[in-house]
């Protein structure tokens, strides 16, 4: 009987599951998806989950619920860094542990811990211990990883063509499908944020959908080369913000403001998350110093209503429009 892996639809899903499918699936495991973000999911998830956790990690723990009765094993790795310099939150590290000693009746939790700092060859390492765990022989595990790495580098030029997580995948499992390419739109905003906060339809309240109905062309972090990010260096400040996400959404808008790339800029946070309270202000004075960008916050957290965000959206797009044709006026 095949063993089955479930992977919950959130958090790092967004950067990583066509790699993890791929891996997977080329060493004989069949990946267990959670499907997309409900209501259901989100009460769960919230019912589960600490108090003060922020709704990208109740989230997760709703995810976990929607699968845990279905398969082997839980994929739950601790990511600490990919990059040798800036680590994730902590709670991404912690995840295993709060899942495991929170949710009852989960099975056995995949909780490798994948940390760059450790040595060039340290994720390598890392999925040799899962096909060791699985079953799987060392020559399968490496093939496997090779291709992985391979999938994951057609998926990431598919989102710096500008295609967002959802249809880079469907392109990537259907080889043959043409999807309508989003058309040149005459404003242009940068989403920043986190990227399992920005492409979650649910819990974004659709935003970008929204945007593009608005008559708004987006470009997020993801759609942006990593060597223009790294070329970024510190954005000006004394040394790089020490988590992954936040420096990667600041070197974003740093890159986009320099080049005139965008008319306003929408900053995606969720209540209650340390480190973008300090991200936040520093895209503000980023979007200042560069000719005075629009910029607002939108904050989500269980709570939030469709009406309010999109409310809050169509003024602001009204607003940058007759900011756009003022300064067309002046020309």
Known sequence: MTVKVGIPNALLYYLYYPLWQAFFNEIGVQVVTSGKTTKDILNKGVREALADACVPVKLFFGHIMEIKDHVDYLYIPRVVCVNRKTVYCP??????DMIRHSVTGIPPIIDVRMDTRQGHFALLKAY???GKLLGASKISVFQAYQKANRV??????????GWNPHEAMSLLSK?????????????????LGYPYNIYDSFISVNLLEKLRRLGVGVLTAENISPISLVLQKNCGLPKRLFWTFSD?????????FKRGMV???L??????????????????????KHRNIPFMTLMIDEQTGEAGISTR?????DMVKRRKEALACQK
């Not at 709670?91 to 295993?96: A, D, N």
């Not at 995606?268 to 200042?288: H, R, V, W, Y």
């Open 175 to 191: 080889p043959g499908a043409v999807l309508e390419k989003p058309p040149n739109l005459g404003l242009k905003f940068a989403v």
């Open 263 to 265: 008319d306003g800029v």
């Open 267 to 288: 900053h995606l946070t969720a209540f209650g998350c340390g480190p973008d309270s300090l991200l936040n202000k520093f895209i503000e004075f980023e979007a200042k």
């Open 128 to 130: 040799l211990e899962i």
């Open 248 to 256: 990667l959404a600041l070197k974003a808008a740093h890159f986009l």
């Open 91 to 96: 709670k991404f590290l912690g995840l295993p």
């Open 152 to 161: 994951l580098g057609r998926y990431n030029n598919l989102l710096r063509n």
């Open 313 to 317: 959206l169509e003024a602001f797009v």
